[in-house]
């Protein structure tokens, strides 16, 4: 049976056009290189 | 293989490494690979309809590859389609900011900002979609489901809205109306997983419905048993002609199905495409019919409001004019009165409607009244007497009609304790026996019986009405 309750807490406000700008700088655009990138930093300083 | 990195444009060391990020660039092409195959696989789910899926497996691309263009413009798209415009721009801005030359999210871009009026409409559904959901926190479903129609009439595509309508109608118990808005869903979105969920919950509430479902059920099991059941027969010798001729058979067979899988599944995808369009339509004309019912409903308020405002303004002028009328007619009494013309007073004053007046007026006409009236109720009822004193022997009817009419006037302006009340009704009544009227004499005897028991003329009264309904 579905839980009314429970159910609406599932959809979120939409973001509106004033709200565009924001919600693009606040983009995570990292991918796995980046993520590969940091990782081989780390491993360096760790070296040092 | 290139001597630069890929990812920073660096020179590589002799095992392929760039010297600057570190990078393997074999690892590297790996993953563009791996990006590019989801891409492919997004694509082709999103041409199929399944943009959940889609929109998963571009993400999913897009966390391998940020770089990957055709994703990330794809994943724009497919946003747009269900009606989430800004997550649409989001990624066509981000793209357009990675590859500033060749990159259709700049066309995508420029569409929606040259046509003002289509965004302006779009991001007023997004505002009424996050009211709505305001409304339900507030426990005010039916508002919500008001915006929510008005949603899908400014954006038709926003799936989200038809979703949340979808349970607002599922939590009303209206189920019918629910699953026509989850059909619509699937029908934009085939995969979306909120719809299919709360269809499936709809379908297995429905009794018919999970009849259906059993009944196919129960044919798809009865086909796999009888599968199950059908064992390879033995092989036997046969005559080589026979098989040549079972050859042709199998091959007029083979030709037939092809011709059957080739051609039927063809007509079956038009047809399907043309009932998903009928679909479509219905969905938008009924929209279509809601708004403009909406909008009908609220004119049909606006004009109520201003025709109740019209009746007060002319219930208005009708006191007024009815204040207007009393006025008149009681300046047309003073004046007679003036003129010592009483009988024209009085009958002025008769018709004046006393609650129309103001207090001054008021008093004006009870002082008219109190002088006027009873010396005309005196007068008339004098002037009957005499009358029917000389018509009532030898009968002389023009003297008692004209003896009634003089009652009549009398009974108009005379007050209930004038000393002449009961001999009014007892002449009047009396008039109207010896003319023959029985009914109206009738009337008035009773009505002096009733309203006078001490009067003289009672035991009269009395024998007269026996002898009357006699």
New interface residues.
Partial sequence: ??N?EE??K??K????????EE??YA?D??????I??EM??EI?NDDK | MSRLCLKCGSELNDEYTCTNCGLKIDIYEKIQNTSKLLYNQGLQVAKLRDLTGAISLLKRSLKLDKNNIDARNLLGLIYFEIGEVVSALQQWVISKNIQKDDNIADYYIEKIHHNQHKLDTINSAVKKYNQALKYIEQKSEDLAVIQLKKVISLNPNFVKAYCLLALCYIHDNNLAKAKKILLKVLSIDKSNYVALKYYEEITSQDPEESKEKEKIYAIDKKQENYSIKAKPKKESRINPSVLQFGYVIFGVVIGLLVAVFLIVPGKVKSKTKEADNLRKEILTKENEYDTLLDSLNSDKEKLQLDLDEKNEVAKQYEEKAANFEALENLQSAVAFYLDNDKEAAANKLYVVKSENLTSNSKQLYNKLRQEIYPVMAKNAFTEGSRLYSRGKSPVVEKNLNQAVAYFKTATKFASSDDYFADDLLYYEARCHQLLGNNKEAIDLFQKLIDQYPKSSFKTWSNNYLSQLKN
């Fill in positions: 049976m579905i009314f159910e609406i599932r959809f406000p939409c973001l509106e056009i004033e709200q565009a919600s693009i983009y655009s990292k991918d796995v290189s980046d590969l990138q081989i930093r360096k």
